[in-house]
């Protein structure tokens, strides 16, 4: 192999699994000598790349970590499970995936040959993902387009369709991508409207980059991404105050509850309503800022007795649901 360029990309690829290399195997694999290869680590080395060397009778070279991350190179099955990987945890919002992944996803997707791709695409059809059923659920491409335009400052127009069903045409300049755990929202400057604005993901429809440039522009008054979207979602969304006992164990319960409504705390023996042991019963004092409808789906899964003391509107929403539930299993 003569191609210098073509030679080092292969032998970075060949470093980059997790083991040691005898100088002779890798010139064997590159058919070189072992002198081209002592160069071509050099070389590596001068690009960055940490190339540690062994001496010895069993001595070899490996890639070990440094201090930047340097350019992975990946085979078709690997890059065809971290697309899948990140597809699948983009799609559905699940908790801990943030904006960086989006981001990995855009920049793997925008490189992946057609093949792969493909291979991506017909693998996450054919998979049917087990969700928690609290979230939405987002088509990964419409990510992607998305964080494309934010890294690369590009004006985006997309349709949208507001809480109450309004659909309407946007334009807007994307600053950031900002997930709660369960929803992904887009904080953006509105061009029709000229202001800022936040926007769900998953009412989000047909992104298109327009390939128009723009200067970022400052948010108001020095805020965050995280907290105007967290002034957005407090203007629309009236606070709560949960008070609920459960006839479970304060681990138990909390093991089902989202981290957002906090832990409830163990009960002294006699306290509250109903009966039970002190460490066989809890009670969760929370505030939240989500639906009743959802709050009352959430506490019928912690699978236990419980008694909610308040809202008065959670209490009508858990007998609702309580009632629907019975009338689907009644025998007509």
Request: aromatic residues 6%; proline residues 6%; charged residues 25%.
């Amino acid at each position: 192999m003569t191609d210098t360029p073509a030679r080092l990309l292969n032998l970075l690829s060949l470093l980059q699994t997790p083991r040691e290399w005898p100088g002779s195997e890798l010139a064997e694999r590159l058919e070189v000598s072992p002198r081209t290869i002592r160069r071509d680590i050099d070389r590596l080395r001068d690009l960055g790349y940490p190339v540690e060397a062994t001496k010895g009778a069993v001595g070899g070279y490996r890639l070990v970590a440094g201090a930047a991350m340097p350019p992975l190179l990946l085979d078709d099955e690997e890059a065809v499970a971290i697309a899948v990987g990140l597809r699948a945890g983009a799609g559905h919002a699940i908790e801990g995936i943030e904006e960086a992944s989006v981001r990995a996803l855009a920049k793997l997707e925008q490189v992946l040959p057609s093949r792969l791709r493909h291979r991506v695409t017909t693998l996450q059809a054919a998979t049917i993902p087990l969700t928690r059923g609290d979230g939405a659920t987002i088509d990964p491409q419409t990510l992607t387009v998305i964080a494309g335009a934010v890294t690369g400052r590009e004006r985006l127009r997309f349709g949208y369709r507001s809480g109450d069903g309004t659909e309407t045409k946007r334009q807007v300049e994307p600053y950031r991508l900002v997930s709660t755990g369960r929803r992904w929202y887009l904080v953006a400057y509105d061009i029709g409207r000229e202001d800022w604005r936040t926007f769900r993901v998953d009412r989000v429809t047909e992104p298109f980059a327009t390939g128009a440039r723009f200067a970022p522009r400052e948010l108001p008054e020095g805020a965050g991404a995280a907290e105007l979207l967290g002034h957005s979602l407090s203007r629309l969304q009236s606070e709560h105050d949960v008070d609920v006992t459960f006839e479970a164990p304060v681990a138990f319960v909390t093991a089902r509850l989202p981290e957002s409504l906090g832990a409830p705390v163990p009960l002294a023996s006699g306290s509250g309503s109903g009966s039970g042991s002190g460490s066989e019963r809890c009670r969760l004092r929370a505030r939240s800022t989500d639906s009743l409808e959802w709050l009352a789906l959430r506490l019928a899964l912690v699978d236990c007795e419980f008694t909610v003391h308040g809202p008065s509107r959670l209490v009508d929403h858990v007998t609702d649901l309580g009632a629907r539930l019975s009338r689907a299993t009644a025998v007509h």
